[in-house]
């Protein structure tokens, strides 16, 4: 079956922290994976996407995530949040190519951050 | 437009009412998404129309929603004999072509009282 999990339902940290928010998935084929943030009261907003190539991506606002095959994970992490980064982060997958077009979506990670 | 636009951005309804709900894409993008978006239920995928077609429509969740697109642009979403358990936030998405990343709108929020 398809699925995302984000194991983490909550993180607080305190700006100027480090930051990983984890994401695995179940998927038949080679997956097109995603990291979006929806800020309270606005729309989902795509951070970074992996395709193909090289397995560490970089986004917008500092974040990077890196794909990894053999643990099915693609987790998304900054080096350093700022209190702006207080989102909601959802990962999602899909597929690269034929007739399958939706995204398979996981539940969310609420962050908080500590100033 | 600059962006996907969704309208209403609020909508309050009573239980077996219809109501409409309108997406504007980015002009070009020919795949339109529509998903839902429930308290603790994360996205679900609704319908995904290529230009005016809709080659996957199997997240409907029941013959009382439909969904529409037109010229290759906008799409309506309606809801027929709205349900309490139709309350969600309804999510429009569009991308320049299918297994690309998507844009969002930001959303019709729907409740049904």
């Known amino acids: 079956a398809q699925s995302v999990t984000q194991p983490d339902i909550h993180i607080t940290v305190s700006e100027g922290a480090s930051l990983e928010l984890r994401c695995n998935y179940s998927?038949?084929?080679?997956?097109?994976l995603f990291w979006y943030v929806q800020s309270p009261g606005q729309g989902l907003q795509l951070l970074l996407k992996?395709?193909?190539?090289d397995t560490l991506v970089q986004g917008i606002k500092g974040f990077e995530a890196e794909f990894k095959r053999s643990q099915s994970s693609f987790n998304l992490r900054k080096p350093s949040v700022h209190w702006s980064d207080a989102a909601e982060y959802f990962c999602?997958?899909?597929?690269?190519?034929?007739?399958?077009?939706?995204?398979?979506w996981g539940l969310g990670t609420s962050l908080a951050v500590n100033p | 437009g600059a962006g996907v636009s969704q309208s209403p951005s609020n909508k309050v309804t009573e239980k077996g009412k219809d109501v409409e709900l309108r997406c504007d894409p980015i002009?070009?993008?020919?795949?339109l998404y529509w998903y839902r978006q429930s308290l603790g239920q994360g996205l679900e995928f609704l319908i995904y129309?290529?230009?005016?077609?809709?080659?996957?429509k199997s997240g409907l969740p029941s013959d009382r929603f439909s969904a529409e697109r037109t010229g290759g642009s906008v799409s309506t979403l309606t809801i027929q004999r709205t349900q309490q358990e139709d309350s969600a936030v309804y999510l429009c998405?569009?991308?320049?072509?299918?297994?690309?990343?998507?844009?969002f709108g930001s959303g019709t929020r729907l409740t049904v009282v």
């Open positions: 998927y038949g084929a080679t997956p097109y």
């Open positions: 992996y395709f193909s190539g």
């Open positions: 998405a569009s991308s320049l072509a299918s297994h690309e990343s998507y844009t």
């Open positions: 129309f290529q230009g005016n077609s809709a080659p996957d």
């Open positions: 999602a997958v899909g597929a690269r190519a034929g007739n399958n077009r939706k995204l398979i």
């Open positions: 002009s070009g993008h020919t795949a």
